[in-house]
């Protein structure tokens, strides 16, 4: 069933949804906020865009044209829909399409910045499949996985331009060495817990095609305050 929610503490933006299918989560809050943006940026493409969550919350910190694809019919329109309520259309172009399949149709060297929320798991034999395919689809590497990503970030980015990503710290050395075998330097990391006791949950790093060596990594980003409230930083996103 659809539902229209503000989006995360913005009280200025809406998104819609439906609980059959896979809900943005802190993930997609957490790397907009991380990425580097500048004022000379003129596009940028967010892959498995989902509903929307990222290119929505993009708009609020930068002029540059987004574009959101998104391989699910389905929710894709949910992100249409999100754009229009918004009145985020003259910004904001969501695309149905295969980015593996659309990659070759887009001008090489054409976006400044790629976000990217992965599908988080390899497809193994003993993987646990979701009955949704909404789900399935979103959380393990079946359409699109790390590699290819990459690859299309390769093709697409103009020098310098950058890619960030959420993922898993268990991934972590598959990022970078498939970022630097696709000619993407590793530029900036961070690692989020859930709780100052508690192991990373959450890895944000960025990348620059063709960049100069020098791996900066940020201080870690706690979510939660013990007694389960977020803790200031996370709010601070939310304002």
Same mark, same amino acid.
């Given at each position: 069933?659809?539902?229209?929610?503000?989006?995360?503490?913005?009280?200025?933006?809406?998104?819609?949804?439906?609980?059959?299918?896979?809900?943005?989560?802190?993930?997609?809050?957490?790397?907009?906020?991380?990425?580097?943006?500048?004022?000379?940026?003129?596009?940028?493409?967010?892959?498995?865009?989902?509903?929307?969550?990222?290119?929505?919350?993009?708009?609020? /910190? +930068?002029? @540059?044209?987004?574009?959101?694809?998104?391989?699910?019919?389905? *929710?894709? $329109?949910? %992100?249409? =829909?999100?754009?229009?309520?918004?009145?985020?259309?003259?910004?904001?172009?969501?695309?149905?399409?295969?980015?593996?399949?659309?990659?070759?149709?887009?001008?090489?060297?054409?976006?400044?910045?790629?976000?990217?929320?992965?599908?988080?798991?390899?497809?193994?034999?003993?993987?646990?499949?979701?009955?949704?395919?909404? /789900? +399935?689809? @979103?959380?393990?590497?079946?359409?699109?996985?790390?590699?290819? *990503?990459? $690859?299309? %970030?390769? =093709?697409?980015?103009?020098?310098?331009?950058?890619?960030?990503?959420?993922?898993?710290?268990?991934?972590?050395?598959?990022?970078?060495?498939?970022?630097?075998?696709?000619?993407?330097?590793?530029?900036?990391?961070?690692?989020?817990?859930?709780?100052?006791?508690?192991?990373?949950?959450?890895?944000?790093?960025?990348?620059? /095609?063709?960049?100069?060596?020098?791996?900066?990594?940020?201080?870690?980003?706690?979510?939660?305050?013990?007694?389960?409230?977020?803790?200031?930083?996370?709010?601070?996103?939310?304002?």
């Amino acid at each position: 069933m659809e539902v229209t929610n503000y989006l995360l503490g913005y009280k200025n933006l809406k998104i819609i949804q439906d609980n059959t299918m896979f809900n943005f989560s802190l993930d997609s809050v957490l790397l907009p906020n991380f990425i580097t943006l500048n004022k000379n940026i003129k596009n940028i493409l967010d892959i498995g865009t989902g509903n929307g969550p990222i290119p929505l919350i993009l708009s609020t /910190k +930068t002029k @540059a044209k987004i574009m959101g694809v998104e391989l699910q019919k389905d *929710v894709s $329109v949910l %992100a249409q =829909k999100s754009v229009l309520i918004n009145h985020k259309e003259d910004q904001i172009k969501i695309i149905n399409a295969d980015i593996n399949q659309l990659k070759n149709e887009l001008e090489s060297d054409s976006f400044d910045v790629i976000t990217c929320n992965p599908p988080f798991f390899p497809l193994k034999d003993t993987s646990k499949l979701n009955d949704s395919d909404y /789900k +399935t689809i @979103a959380r393990h590497e079946i359409k699109l996985n790390l590699e290819q *990503v990459l $690859v299309i %970030a390769r =093709k697409l980015l103009k020098n310098d331009g950058v890619i960030g990503l959420v993922h898993r710290p268990e991934r972590l050395v598959d990022i970078l060495t498939l970022m630097r075998s696709n000619n993407i330097e590793p530029k900036k990391l961070r690692l989020v817990y859930p709780k100052k006791e508690k192991e990373a949950n959450i890895l944000l790093i960025e990348g620059v /095609k063709n960049g100069k060596k020098g791996l900066k990594i940020l201080p870690p980003l706690y979510t939660h305050n013990s007694d389960g409230s977020y803790t200031n930083e996370i709010k601070k996103y939310f304002e």
